[in-house]
């Protein structure tokens, strides 16, 4: 069976067709930009589906203008995870020079627990024999996948890992902010 023909799913299928249209149109050239921030800004936000569309309008970014890196609870989680990785190749490579850590009021991660976490995974059908291996491994997944509670605290807590990284360039400013999930206003945190 051909790979275009094959249904992978009702969602999968109406992406995959809308995106056809999107080409054959050629919706693509008004979004057209390098690989270069002009704003000179990467962005480090929460994944939640509340921020989509609403964090670039509510700060008046466009296409081009940030790198914009999501992750549960816009956390900066390990000093040489994913996360700082991103960050230091956008600055190092690409020209960032300011960073804004960007949590957001009632955040799903706030509060997740890594007990409930497992949980949900044997729900879903993993094997009480893959968990245990993991922990053999040793993931602890109380600390792994437990929320942060205080957000302001996570806030600071991302702002000062990536401003005082040991090998971030120092002319780069970090800055923390909470934006409210229905209004998209900014807090200044750190």
């Not at 997740?112 to 024999?129: C, F, P, T």
Request: aromatic share 6%; proline share 3%; with cysteine.
């Amino acid at each position: 069976m051909d790979q275009q023909q094959a249904t992978i799913s009702p969602t999968i299928d109406g992406i995959l067709a809308h995106n056809r249209a999107f080409v054959e149109r050629r919706d693509f050239e008004r979004y057209t930009t390098d690989k270069y921030p002009d704003k000179k800004l990467a962005i480090v936000s929460c994944m939640d589906t509340r921020l989509t569309a609403l964090l670039l309008a509510a700060l008046g970014l466009k296409n081009g203008d940030a790198k914009i890196i999501k992750v549960a609870g816009a956390e900066v989680a390990h000093p040489f995870g994913s996360v700082m990785r991103s960050l230091l190749i956008a600055v190092c490579e690409l020209g960032v020079e300011d960073i804004m850590i960007v949590a957001h009021t009632n955040c799903g991660a706030q509060h997740m627990s890594g007990k409930e976490m497992v949980a949900n995974m044997e729900r879903l059908g993993v094997s009480a024999e893959r968990i245990e291996f993991a922990r053999h491994c040793g993931i602890d997944f109380d600390k792994w996948l437990a929320g942060f509670g205080d957000t302001e605290e996570a806030v600071r807590k991302s702002v000062d890992m990536v401003a005082n990284h040991p090998v971030m360039p120092p002319h780069v400013r970090v800055i923390g902010f909470i934006m409210d999930s229905d209004t998209g206003e900014l807090s200044v945190i750190c």
